[in-house]
């Protein structure tokens, strides 16, 4: 077995909104999993914990400072405002991957089980460089968000994102991965449907969700919704398609409808001038219909086009003269 993948160094990368309430309970949970994690020879010494900061109100950053004054293996990231959770981890993973060999992002409430990291280790030893976090079930929200949730993923893999139901953010990236990640440069960031498209081997560990213990959640409807609509619109041109579609179809409608106008007419069953606003109603409808589907079809490339998404990433080069060449994509 190839031991360069035992002992590596982990990063873990915990966004923090407001989280003074859970933030030194967490630590010290976090911490404790460390130096198990450590003294077992699993991790090296220089694994560290990186707070972000999402340009909380609250005493977060304070806490944040004390926790680096006494503690080794904490660093500290913060924002002038807030970003976001997705910008947060993405900000936390691009920090940490000229330190690490990878790095796992989890939510400071640690809803999520810190022990299914052994098993996220263990998949990357044996060679994923990304492994995905899936929850076992979702016991611990309310009939709301277990609807909408199943919705959007439905609708995500319907657009053709290659999304998984249940995904978290916990994950494990390895340096490889976040080199990837770093050619993804557009500024709406749904992780979820990213990450996947990267294309590097990766696998699933399954994880257990508890309720939150300290505070509150700091996913408003209103952030949760704009998430959804960044995840629907960032990956997809697919809802222009479907105006094209509709023209299509109105048009279609509309020759059926000339048919049975010119049918009426003829037999005199209508009152003058219903023909022709039946028939234009109907043809130029769909024909305007159409049209606008077009033009969205150059409107959608062109906003896939300005995202600058890396064309392919190399897995592995084998080559005897690197350096010779900047293997750009
Ligand atoms: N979070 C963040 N910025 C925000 C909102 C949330 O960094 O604008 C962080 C928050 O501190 C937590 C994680 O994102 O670590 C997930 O948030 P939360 O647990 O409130 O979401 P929920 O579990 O209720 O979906
Ligand atoms: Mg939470």
Request: with cysteine.
């Amino acid at each position: 077995m190839d031991n360069s993948r035992q002992k590596g160094v982990l990063y873990i990368v915990v966004p923090c909104y407001n989280e003074e309430e859970a933030l030194e309970i967490s630590a010290g949970r976090l911490m404790e999993k460390l130096h198990d994690l450590k003294r077992r020879e699993i991790i090296s010494d220089a694994s560290r914990i990186v707070f972000v900061d999402d340009g909380s109100k609250d005493r977060t950053w304070e806490l944040v400072k004390g926790l680096y004054g006494s503690h080794e293996e904490i660093k500290g990231l913060r924002f002038a405002h807030n970003r976001g959770h997705q910008n947060a981890i993405l900000a936390g993973m691009m920090y940490a991957r000229t330190y690490c060999d990878y790095t796992i992002t989890i939510d400071a409430d640690l809803q999520q089980d810190i022990n299914a990291m052994e098993d996220f280790i263990k998949a990357y030893e044996d060679g994923s460089e990304i492994v995905f976090g899936v929850r076992n079930s979702r016991n611990t929200d309310g009939l709301f968000k277990k609807l909408s949730a199943t919705l959007f993923y439905k609708t995500m893999r319907g657009m053709g994102c290659d999304i998984y139901e249940n995904s978290a953010d916990y994950r494990l990236m390895s340096a490889k991965a976040l080199e990837a990640l770093s050619g993804y440069r557009e500024v709406n960031l749904f992780l979820r449907g990213i990450i996947p498209d990267i294309g590097l081997k990766s696998s699933v560990v399954h994880f257990d969700v508890f309720p939150r213990m300290q505070g509150k959640t700091k996913y408003s409807l209103t952030k949760m919704f704009t998430l959804a609509a960044d995840g629907i619109t960032s990956f997809s041109i697919k809802p222009i398609r479907m105006v094209f579609a509709m023209g299509v179809l109105a048009l279609l409608v509309g020759f059926g409808m000339v048919i049975h106008i010119i049918y009426e007419h003829y037999f005199g069953y209508t009152v003058s001038g219903w023909s022709s606003i039946l028939m234009s109603i109907w043809v130029l409808g769909g024909a305007v219909l159409m049209s606008l589907g077009i033009i969205g079809e150059y409107v959608g490339r062109n906003y896939m086009e300005t995202k600058q998404r890396p064309r392919y990433y190399f897995w592995e080069i084998l080559s005897r003269d690197e350096g010779q060449n900047d293997h750009e994509a």
